[in-house]
């Protein structure tokens, strides 16, 4: 157990929906990340918040969004699902926001979008 | 952006054999990080590399960064079934985003 929680495990839904992934870091991370993990494109990083601001951003299409609470959870939005959206979206936290820091994973969201 | 190749994709070895995975850069990379995940599972940090030539042991398991730090090994001595699953690279390329190497994935026949 990573300490780093995610909710719900499991999501179906439908082409056209919106759906809200929520990630609680582990006690003290301040930064958040989100991935997308694929079959075909492996794991790509979505966003990075430190601390309620964001710091980086990777291969986020524009249909996506995140914040990062103050009380330092993290929720990522999806909208306008595609087929192609369906992935396990994993969240992890880390205590700073610098270069080489460990990452600790959620045991993930598996999105499923029919 | 930056890209890091990661070979090979996919190796099945026979448990007690050796296993080795690289990462390959064409830039020099400030470090690098090796994760692990478990089939079902999610990442999981091993190492961080910051060094030219650096060369970190656990266990079973030696790392490696390259002198130029353009590339970095992950060599499993002995492999046993708990080694199974895909091993990643990640660098940090320009304004702070991270970089996946796609992965490869152990198969471990006992």
């Known amino acids: 157990d990573s300490g780093v929680t995610q909710t719900p495990k499991h999501l179906i839904t439908a082409t056209g929906q919106r759906v809200t992934l929520r990630c609680s870091p582990r006690s003290g991370d301040l930064s958040v990340y989100w991935y997308q993990q694929s079959l075909d494109q492996g794991l790509q990083f979505l966003i990075q918040y430190y601390n309620g601001e964001e710091r980086a951003k990777g291969n986020i299409l524009e249909r996506f969004s995140a914040q990062q609470f103050p009380d330092l959870h993290s929720e990522l939005n999806l909208s306008s699902l595609e087929l192609g959206d369906s992935a396990l979206y994993f969240c992890?936290?880390?205590?700073?926001?610098?270069?080489?820091?460990?990452?600790?994973f959620g045991p993930g969201t598996r999105l499923t979008v029919l | 952006g930056q890209q890091v190749m990661q070979i090979p994709q996919y190796q099945h070895v026979q448990e007690g054999e050796d296993f080795t995975t690289y990462c390959n850069s064409s830039t020099t990379l400030s470090n690098i990080q090796w994760y692990k995940q478990r089939p079902g599972g999610h990442p999981v940090f091993l190492i961080q590399?910051?060094?030219?030539?650096e060369v970190k042991k656990q266990k079973r398991l030696t790392f490696q960064f390259g002198e130029a730090k353009k590339n970095s090994s992950l060599h499993i001595t002995a492999t046993q079934t708990t080694d199974v699953g895909t091993y990643f690279c990640?660098?940090?390329?320009?304004?702070?985003?991270?970089?996946f190497g796609a992965g490869t994935i152990l198969r471990v026949k006992s």
């Open positions: 590399l910051v060094k030219s030539g």
């Open positions: 992890a936290s880390s205590v700073g926001a610098g270069i080489g820091i460990e990452q600790f």
């Open positions: 990640i660098i940090m390329e320009y304004g702070n985003k991270l970089v």
